[in-house]
C-alpha cells in the first residue's frame, strides 16, 4: 500500500485535516471520520484539550490513541510566542512532539512571517520536536526549512481560509522536485477539485480546514475530500499522458479499418 511517511510513521491517509471552525465537538468528529485522517491539528491557542478541566475536551470527540494529535501555533506572531505554545503543547500530550509550527505575518492575510519561522525551526528542532512547518511557497525558503531538520514543509495554495486553491502550481512543483521530506499544501484549498490537483502535482498530502468546516454540508465535504486526495494520488502515480499543443491523436487505432 502507497502509505505516507513521516518522521518515521507511516499513514494509510494523505489527508490531514484541521479540527476548527466547526458547530460542535460532534460535528468534528463526524467530520473528521468522513475524512478518513489519521493526523488531525489541534490550535492549541483555541482548542480545550485539557487546558480548562470544566470545559468539553476535544480529546473526548476524538480520542488520541484512534488519531495522531498534530498541536499548531496558529495565532503566534513571534518565534517566541511559537516556541513557549508548542513547550505548552508537550506538556498537554504527554511528551508528544509531532508539531506543526507556523507563525504568522499579520492579522489580515496570515500570510506566514519566514523570518520567525525559520528562528522558531531552528531552536524546535534543536529542542527534540518534529516538526512540520506552514511556509511560503518560495523554494529557497522551503530547502533552508528542510535544511533545518523539519520533517514536512507546508507551502500554502493561497492564503488561509480564502478557498482560493493553488495560485501558483509551478512553485509548488520546483519545491516537490527540490525536497527530500514530504511536502503537504496547507492553506488555500476550497473544493474537490483542488485537493486532487495537488496530489497531482506530487505533493506527499493535503491539509485542510476551512474548506470542509465551511461548506455547507461539512461531512459530506469531508467525504469527497477524501476520494479527491486518493484519485489525485493515483493519477501521480499512474502518471498521466503528456499534453500535445496543437497536435491531436486519435483514441482508436488509425491502421486496419473496416472496409479499408
Known amino acids: 500500500m502507497d502509505q505516507l511517511v513521516i518522521a518515521g510513521k507511516a499513514y494509510s491517509s494523505r489527508l490531514l485535516v484541521g479540527t476548527g471552525k466547526y458547530r460542535d465537538f460532534a460535528e468534528t468528529r463526524l467530520a473528521i471520520e468522513a475524512s478518513g485522517a489519521e493526523i488531525v ?6 482548542t480545550n484539550i485539557g487546558q480548562d ?15 495522531t494529535y498534530l498541536p499548531n501555533t496558529a495565532g503566534c506572531y513571534t518565534a517566541d510566542d511559537a516556541i513557549r505554545t508548542l513547550r505548552l503543547a508537550r506538556e498537554l500530550l504527554d511528551g508528544h512532539d509531532l508539531v506543526k509550527l507556523e ?21 524546535l528542532v534543536k529542542d527534540g520536536f518534529k516538526v512540520m512547518v506552514y511556509s511560503s511557497d518560495d523554494p529557497i525558503i522551503a530547502k533552508q526549512l528542510e535544511d533545518i531538520g523539519c520533517v514536512a514543509v507546508m507551502p500554502l495554495a493561497s492564503l488561509i481560509g480564502s478557498g482560493m486553491g493553488i495560485l501558483n502550481p509551478w512553485n509548488l512543483q520546483i519545491i516537490i522536485d527540490r525536497l527530500q521530506v514530504p511536502v503537504v ?27 470542509i468546516a465551511g461548506a455547507q454540508h461539512p461531512v459530506l465535504m469531508a467525504g469527497a475530500m477524501r476520494k479527491a486526495v486518493e484519485a489525485g494520488r493515483e493519477a501521480f502515480l499512474a502518471g498521466r499522458m503528456p499534453k500535445k499543443l496543437y497536435q491531436a491523436s486519435p483514441s482508436s487505432p488509425t491502421s486496419g479499418l473496416i472496409g479499408s
Open 41 to 46: 491539528t489541534v490550535a492549541i491557542r483555541r
Open 53 to 67: 478541566p470544566n470545559q468539553p475536551s476535544l480529546l473526548d470527540a476524538l480520542p488520541a490513541s484512534k488519531y
Open 103 to 123: 507563525v504568522l505575518g499579520d492579522p489580515q492575510s496570515l500570510y506566514p512571517n519566514v523570518v520567525e519561522t525559520l528562528k522558531a525551526a531552528e531552536v
Open 185 to 211: 499544501v496547507d492553506a488555500g484549498v476550497g473544493t474537490a477539485s483542488d485537493a486532487a490537483i495537488a496530489m497531482e502535482l506530487g505533493c506527499a498530502a493535503v491539509l485542510m480546514n476551512s474548506a
